[in-house]
């Protein structure tokens, strides 16, 4: 069994930066395509980044030059760097695993993490 386990969110002032981690447990974890959505109040749940086996990395427009996706395959983890935080970043991260790039951006998930809550509010 796949597990998925965040850590790192928390209430940060406008301006400030988090890293988000996400410890990968049960598979081998270099197969994976990784990726980070993120779900607001109201709001759909959105991939705002994603990282090939290989280390090809993907982010939409809303959040380029902020956030930064990297995986560590010794480590079985992948992190999310998001700097310049803003209000409308506030949301539950989800970490998540699939066979490809193109599968997280078209909603094939294989394995999600249970969510780690990002506040940014003075």
């Known amino acids: 069994q796949v597990q998925l386990v965040e850590s790192g969110g928390g209430l940060v002032q406008p301006g400030g930066s988090l890293r988000l981690s996400c410890a990968v447990a049960?598979?081998?974890?270099?197969?994976?395509?990784m990726g980070w959505h993120r779900q607001a109040p109201g709001k759909q749940r959105e991939l705002v980044a994603g990282?090939?086996?290989?280390?090809?990395?993907y982010y939409p427009d809303s959040v380029k030059g902020r956030f930064t996706i990297s995986r560590d395959n010794a480590k079985n983890t992948v992190y999310l760097q998001i700097n310049n935080l803003k209000p409308e970043d506030t949301a539950v991260y989800y970490c998540?695993?699939?066979?490809?790039?193109?599968?997280?951006?078209?909603?094939?998930?294989?394995?999600w993490g249970q969510g780690t809550q990002v506040t940014v509010s003075s």
């Open positions: 998540n695993a699939g066979w490809s790039l193109a599968g997280l951006r078209t909603g094939h998930i294989e394995y």
């Open positions: 049960g598979s081998i974890f270099s197969v994976y395509a």
């Open positions: 990282i090939s086996h290989g280390g090809t990395t």
